[in-house]
């Protein structure tokens, strides 16, 4: 008769409990880490719409309408900064200072920390994929979301961005004060970054790169790079 070595046995057994419980436990931890950063993410958004749309001296709640995907690529950063050199140029602070509307605490870092040129490179460059964003996980107490898929807000401006016309027919079946949508949120380090394009009337809207800071634990707003205003 062929024996069977019960201590070989309960090793095998023990080995394989072993095994899923650490991929169990990777499992946990990847899942963990990406809730953590989609968290951020709507954090951030949440941020943005509350402290640079103007809504935070405001009595009555704001009606927003969210383009729930940004369906279009940027690749600004040649345009912002001279990514030809590590060092901090003239061009770099005149340029930054009209684009921030002269921040000065924010351009004085950028002038003097090292390493920061380069975060700010990084994080103004992107043309990847963007999420899709879900109103409901965006926090906020003074605005209201309701959300429209980009297609549909596409076909009510046109491929031309007709906002004399699409505007008002947008205000007829949603009742929006503000549109916004936003691009994925970038991170490098403690800094993060999103663009987001905001519109609150036919000949009234503003494209601008808002760069954060993790400071104990929360989403700072660093400064703001304005691209485009109407």
């Given at each position: 008769?062929?024996?069977?070595?019960?201590?070989?046995?309960?090793?095998?057994?023990?080995?394989?409990?072993?095994?899923?419980?650490i991929s169990i436990i990777i499992l946990l931890i990847t899942q963990w880490s990406f809730s953590q950063t989609?968290?951020?993410?709507?954090?951030?958004?949440?941020?943005?719409?509350?402290?640079?749309?103007?809504?935070?001296?405001?009595?009555?709640?704001?009606?927003?309408?969210?383009?729930?995907?940004?369906?279009?690529?940027?690749?600004?950063?040649?345009?912002?900064?001279?990514?030809n050199s590590d060092k901090v140029t003239d061009e770099d602070i005149d340029i930054l200072s009209m684009m921030?509307?002269?921040?000065?605490?924010?351009?004085?870092?950028?002038?003097?920390?090292?390493?920061?040129?380069?975060?700010?490179?990084?994080?103004?460059?992107?043309?990847?994929?963007?999420?899709?964003?879900?109103?409901?996980?965006?926090?906020?107490?003074?605005?209201?979301?309701?959300?429209?898929?980009?297609?549909?807000?596409?076909?009510?401006?046109?491929?031309?961005?007709?906002?004399?016309?699409?505007?008002?027919?947008?205000?007829?079946?949603?009742?929006?004060?503000?549109?916004?949508?936003?691009?994925?949120?970038?991170?490098?380090?403690?800094?993060?970054?999103?663009?987001?394009?905001?519109?609150?009337?036919?000949?009234?809207?503003?494209?601008?790169?808002?760069?954060?800071?993790?400071?104990?634990?929360?989403?700072?707003?660093?400064?703001?790079?304005?691209?485009?205003?109407?």
């Amino acid at each position: 008769k062929n024996s069977v070595n019960p201590f070989l046995t309960c090793s095998h057994i023990s080995g394989l409990d072993m095994l899923k419980k650490i991929s169990i436990i990777i499992l946990l931890i990847t899942q963990w880490s990406f809730s953590q950063t989609e968290n951020d993410d709507y954090n951030i958004y949440g941020s943005v719409i509350g402290k640079k749309l103007d809504l935070q001296n405001q009595n009555d709640t704001k009606k927003i309408l969210l383009v729930d995907t940004y369906d279009e690529e940027f690749n600004l950063h040649q345009q912002i900064l001279n990514n030809n050199s590590d060092k901090v140029t003239d061009e770099d602070i005149d340029i930054l200072s009209m684009m921030t509307h002269k921040d000065t605490t924010f351009l004085k870092r950028f002038k003097n920390e090292k390493g920061l040129k380069e975060i700010i490179v990084q994080l103004t460059y992107d043309t990847s994929e963007h999420p899709k964003v879900e109103s409901e996980l965006i926090p906020g107490f003074n605005f209201s979301l309701q959300s429209i898929s980009a297609k549909k807000f596409r076909s009510f401006i046109g491929p031309k961005k007709n906002f004399k016309r699409g505007w008002k027919r947008l205000q007829r079946k949603y009742n929006m004060d503000k549109i916004i949508m936003f691009s994925q949120v970038k991170y490098l380090d403690n800094f993060a970054a999103t663009f987001y394009e905001y519109y609150c009337g036919t000949l009234c809207g503003s494209g601008n790169i808002v760069i954060f800071e993790k400071v104990n634990d929360k989403w700072l707003i660093l400064t703001e790079i304005n691209l485009w205003t109407s």
